[in-house]
């Protein structure tokens, strides 16, 4: 459908026509032409969505709500324009609601969201959604200092005398977050520069891998993982396993 849409714009519709006559089916017709059209241009911003979601590039859990949220967006957009396919659109919104409607208010989904650099806060202009993820965001960077000074076994009446300390070490890690909130790279490697923000975001960006790739691994593997194999350790087994991966290749 997309290519005939393309041909369409790219070659004109006497492309379309004469692709018809050599194939000997009914010609489209100009309703027709502009229903697939606008079928397209809806079902566009949805299908890229599904490539986002379902790639193996970006797998962390912040790419969740920013993608659902725009996706509403630019399908909002077209709701108020679409002379056909309103009805599928206002279905799309319906069923994208009914879905991850509780997701996109979770705060810890938020919070991964801004704790992307590719999207930090840039992804809404909803200020009740941010506030939810910055909230959840100060309040788990404040429980790293506590658990970092749990460790300590000395107790006394004193260690109020150094309680500017703790408070200092809170203040350092939400000045973390305001300097890399502002900071404008966009990339992973902006993290490593704010310690406290990346440890909370690979936590929260870490999401449960799929069976997929092991499922792959034991497919592939095969007569490595007989019984007769048992007592292979690792390294022999990495080797192996390359091996049969690269036979193609010697």
Known sequence: MERIVRILKEQGEGAITAVCSTLKIPMFTPVELGFLAEYTKTMSPFAKALDVLQGEANVQMGWLVPTITLLQVK????????????????ALLAGLEKRFGQMLTDPEL??????????????????CVLKLGLDYIKSHLKEQVVVNEGGDTYHSSEEDFFSAIKQSSSQENTKQLETYLGCPGDTTDVLKSFPAVCCL???????????????RLFSTAGLIFTPKRARVDSKNFENQLLLKLN???W
């Open 201 to 215: 975001s690979l936590r929260l960006n870490t999401a449960l891998p799929a069976s997929a790739a092991c499922e």
């Open 110 to 127: 938020i919070a991964a969201a801004i704790l992307v650099p590719k999207f930090k806060t840039c992804w809404t202009s909803d200020e």
């Open 247 to 249: 036979k193609g290749f």
């Open 75 to 90: 399908l909002q957009r077209l709701c108020i324009s679409s002379k056909s396919c309103r009805s599928l659109i206002e």
